[in-house]
């Protein structure tokens, strides 16, 4: 696997893929890989002949007092991880290389009404950043196809959003969460629990679906259960931010008719912010 920091190497790369033939994909990631990040790359290595992993931790989707100054980094062992999961080139920029202007005087890219909602809501700003971001990484590498993770099912949806309204050429692919053996989502944020918030994060996945299964079961008093679940939730981990059924294709609020619906919710353990979510569907 070639690690690379330039874009004009980068271009060359993906030049002399693309003159072969050959079908690219990326996967767009800020670094700290886990389990749930190398399976990205697995789904890009089935639907793409070559596979580009950005590592980039973008202070642009950061909020004031977030953990942008101590999100972890390791660049090294990350390169060890992609290369075993089989991705061919790692761009791994500078904050220089991403924003030449600065940040102040950067080119945005915003999405609006889906991303003001939900985490949106609790994080302003931040969904801006992220298309701004993956906006600039698309025309850096100009991938056939992009995959994201369902763990961050809000953002995907940004990014379709984004991906159908500026008319890239560019399939958005989907991959399914990865989980612990309890339940607990695979994220980054997860080795900053101690022992016994580690435990009580496990509460998150278990609530998520048990209000998955009343809805399965046919209850529809959507918020009913939403209070329902958050109140349990709430006994487990330090503040629900929101725990809410919606449309699982643009989060809007759920219909009686049959479809697919998603049960997520953001909460803090600690001072440790986790998201999960369960699809449910109901046709």
């Not at 992993?53 to 004031?64: D, E, H, K, L, R």
């Not at 790692?90 to 999405?111: D, H």
């Not at 196809?145 to 961050?152: P, T, Y």
């Not at 560019?170 to 997860?190: F, H, K």
Request: hydrophobic share 45%.
């Amino acid at each position: 696997m070639q690690t690379v920091s330039g874009k004009t190497v980068l271009r060359q790369a993906v030049a002399g893929w693309r003159a072969a033939g050959e079908r690219v994909a990326i996967v767009p990631t800020m670094g700290s890989l886990h389990g749930g990040h190398l399976s990205l790359v697995e789904t890009a290595r089935r639907i793409a002949d070559r596979v580009v992993a950005t590592i980039f931790v973008n202070p642009t989707q950061f909020g004031p007092g977030e953990d942008y100054a101590v999100y972890p980094r390791s660049l090294d062992s990350d390169a060890d991880k992609l290369a075993a999961a089989g991705a061919d080139l790692l761009f791994a920029p500078s904050v220089a290389a991403v924003y030449p202007f600065g940040i102040e005087q950067a080119t945005r890219v915003i999405v609006p009404g889906m991303t003001e909602r939900l985490c949106g809501a609790s994080r302003p700003g931040h969904f801006d950043g992220v298309t701004s971001v993956v906006a600039r990484l698309f025309a850096l590498v100009q991938p056939d196809v992009a995959v994201f993770g369902q763990k961050d099912f809000q953002q995907q949806l940004v990014i379709r959003r984004m991906v159908e309204d500026l008319g890239l050429p560019i399939e958005v692919a989907v991959a399914p969460i990865v989980r612990e053996a309890d339940g607990l989502a695979m994220s980054s944020r997860n080795a900053y629990l101690g022992t016994d918030e580690r435990q009580a994060a496990t509460a998150i996945y278990q609530v998520l679906t048990a209000a998955a299964e009343e809805v399965r079961c046919g209850n529809r008093d959507f918020a009913a259960i939403e209070e329902n679940a958050a109140s349990k939730l709430a006994k487990s981990v330090s503040r629900v931010e929101y725990l809410a059924i919606r449309r699982a294709d643009d989060l809007a609020p759920p219909q009686t008719g049959s479809g697919q619906l998603v049960v997520l919710a953001a909460a803090l353990i600690g001072k440790v912010r986790l998201i999960d979510n369960v699809l449910v569907d109901i046709g």
